[in-house]
């Protein structure tokens, strides 16, 4: 099935949403720092999360759709689905481009709320790697008792942090998005995947 775990590979990825300022390469000592700083911000991010989704329950409609706002605008969509495709990307018009990104992105905010149970989560900050502006998060979540770990790759783009890839359990979601995508396109043509997101879309919105 070609979205088959697609929120699931997302599931923790909207716990954090990152804002971060200073786009240069730092010495050691101060790198070590803003690290410290970017992991008390991620940390504070969880916190804000969970106090918003409250003890246990469902939220009201208007709360879903400033939650889905809050934990959707980190991801970097045009990256991902540019990683996703490959060199199909290059061949694809701008207008093609920008259909893709946004029905991919679509599909990806209307599942993110699925389970809110998800962001309930416990979640453990274990590493935070800089360089430039570039940056690896390594997390712990605990879901339903089971752990999982889950690396996130930013970008500071426009002096904001944005994620371009997510790993879970060492398994990368641009791996997983670039084999169902890229799988179609070779047999059917992009017109074909692209029916397929729209249809897939649409299920999602009824």
């Known amino acids: 099935m070609l979205y088959q775990n697609l929120y699931t590979r997302l599931l923790t990825l909207t716990l954090l949403t990152v804002m971060f300022t200073s786009p240069f390469l730092v010495p050691s000592a101060q790198a070590q720092e803003t690290e410290a700083d970017l992991m008390a911000m991620l940390e504070q991010r969880d916190k804000d999360i969970k106090q918003r989704l409250g ?7 208007a709360e879903k759709e400033e939650l889905k706002a809050v ?11 540019e990683a996703a495709l490959g060199t199909h990307w290059d061949g694809l018009s701008e207008e093609q481009q920008t259909d893709f990104v946004q029905v991919f992105g679509d599909i990806v905010r209307h599942q993110s709320l699925s389970d809110v149970d ?10 935070v790697d800089m ?6 998060v390594t997390t712990t ?3 339903k008792e089971v752990p999982a770990k889950v690396e996130y790759d930013f970008l500071l783009k426009g002096g904001i942090w944005r994620a371009r890839d997510i790993v879970l359990d060492d398994v990368s979601t641009v791996g997983g998005y ?3 995508f890229q799988s179609v396109i070779r047999k059917r043509g992009f017109d074909a995947l692209m029916n397929s997101l729209n249809k897939r879309l649409a299920r999602t919105r009824s």
């Open 141 to 143: 979540t605990i879901y």
């Open 131 to 136: 360089d430039g502006n570039q940056a690896w």
């Open 55 to 61: 003890g246990s329950g469902e939220l009201p409609d």
């Open 71 to 81: 934990v959707n605008d980190m991801i970097d969509f045009a990256a991902m689905g």
């Open 118 to 127: 998800i962001y309930r989560a416990s979640v453990s900050y274990d590493a």
């Open 178 to 180: 670039s084999r169902s």
